[in-house]
DNA sequence: GGTTGTATTTGATCGAAATCAAATCAGCCC
DNA sequence: GGGCTGATTTGATTTCGATCAAATACAACC
């Protein structure tokens, strides 16, 4: 159900993919020449830290292009990923002064970036927007819950395979599969970036992968290159329920 | 900041505390007539199911009185819980048919229900709900990160220490403290619940308990009530920031 | 090509929490 | 009071993932 939004009809926008999720499908067009007039790009290097937590942030955004990371860090080093922003995914709150998490350019990063005050004003304004918002709240919470789980139940491997299966799900190389069962696609994190995800330390990242690879549930092309040869395997390991899922 | 809302300003409304949190406080009184009219009253035992993962509900809900909590479950019986509902929180989903986790009664609980279809029309027409529903929504969100932290990378007596404090700051009893750094309440949940609350075991909890008691951090009364005499010292446990918080 | 620095893998050991098992406590009903 | 039931505590042992440590792969740069 995180993948809801997915489903969402799109708008055809060559110049800002933004829209697809952060605006509403049925905004009129003069509600998105409102838009136009108070967003911005603002590109960021892999490792770049976008706000720390607790600071101003003059803007909300939606991700074109890479990947962005919210995380929170206790004072004596542990970290946990709370949030992991791909493309369309949107960033910042509204009606809320500053950010409550670091949030870092995991690999380097386009933003499509509104002007907060404007954008919001635009939001009290038309409550399209609004709903959409909640839509799109509601579906992180969703994800979040989903995360919970994973982070509060799950062994190792399973989770390294719920986390493979999610970045497959969104991963923009799915729409040309040859292979209905197959799936190949390239991961975005490091290791450690995977193992703040999963509430593990790198070295069981990388043992539970080669695990994975050994028993042939996957295959590695170089550190980030993955692919699956039978999608049904990687769901087997996750633990969740086989049925429904993106891939049939 | 989980608790944000509770700084807001409430309605004064005798017999509905519902509106404390479910409704805007801008909200006119006439748009508060028409909750009046699609709600109802709905009382559940302890250990009742109120919605199973998949059903249809037909209602949204405030809690009013007692404590639900959201939980999902695994093929083999592991169990998370991922919601936990106290009085003047909100349940359900606007614009979606179905529950996406189970929901049970965790003692006895008393919801103000309204019936979701005049509901969401209500929001649609009502921009002040449909932005109320996005500041809760992103409340929850907020919680559900801190939560993602504390099952990730806390050790187990700290979340026990966070858990505690979480249900302190929560608990109606925290408004006639007498003493300011003593803090007296009783928790709501089994320790089979705040098992399923903490990503631990019920063993685990409550050896932790009891190692907390043993170093004088919380003295135990039955097996529920539960008094703190520092509560620095219970924070202090938590590994959070000891920064800011409900208790100065 | 060699060097440097980072990312990753692999190995050995340790420890916190899980698991398995049993005892104790607290209501509750008669 | 006494027995019954479910909740909780406590104990013994195991196990999975963390930690500590070292080797290897890889890309960028000279």
Redesign the pocket.
């Known amino acids: 159900m995180p993948s809801r939004s997915l489903a969402m009809p799109e708008l055809a926008c060559a110049d800002c993919p933004i829209r697809h999720r952060a605006v509403c499908a049925r905004c009129e067009s003069d509600e998105l020449e409102q838009l136009d007039a108070i967003k911005y790009y603002r590109r960021f290097e892999a490792g770049q830290t976008i706000a720390w937590a607790g600071d101003q942030m003059d803007f909300v955004a939606s991700v074109v292009e890479g990947v962005a990371s919210l995380t929170q860090t206790m004072e004596d080093g542990r970290r946990q990923m709370v949030g992991l922003l791909l493309p369309s995914d949107f960033l910042g709150r509204p009606n809320r002064e500053s950010v409550a998490y670091d949030v870092t350019a995991t690999t380097d990063v386009m933003l499509c970036c509104f002007r907060r005050v404007p954008f919001q004003t635009l939001i009290s304004e038309t409550p399209h927007i609004s709903q959409r918002l909640l839509e799109m709240t509601l579906d992180e919470l969703d994800a979040a819950r989903e995360w919970m789980l994973l982070l509060g139940r799950?062994?190792?491997?399973?989770?390294i395979a719920s986390f493979l299966s999610i970045i497959a799900r969104r991963d923009a190389s799915l729409k040309n599969r040859p292979n209905a069962n197959e799936l190949v696609f390239d991961l975005p994190l490091?290791?450690?970036a995977m193992?703040d995800y999963l509430?593990?330390?790198?070295?069981?990242?990388?043992?539970?992968?080669?695990a994975l690879k050994r028993d042939g549930v996957i295959e590695?092309k170089?550190?980030?290159h993955i692919t699956v040869p039978d999608v049904s395997a990687l769901m087997e390991e996750t633990g969740d329920d086989a049925d429904g899922g993106m891939f049939g």
């Open positions: 799950k062994t190792a491997r399973e989770k490091t290791r450690e193992a509430g593990l330390t790198l070295e069981t990242v990388s043992r539970q992968m080669s590695l170089g550190k980030r």
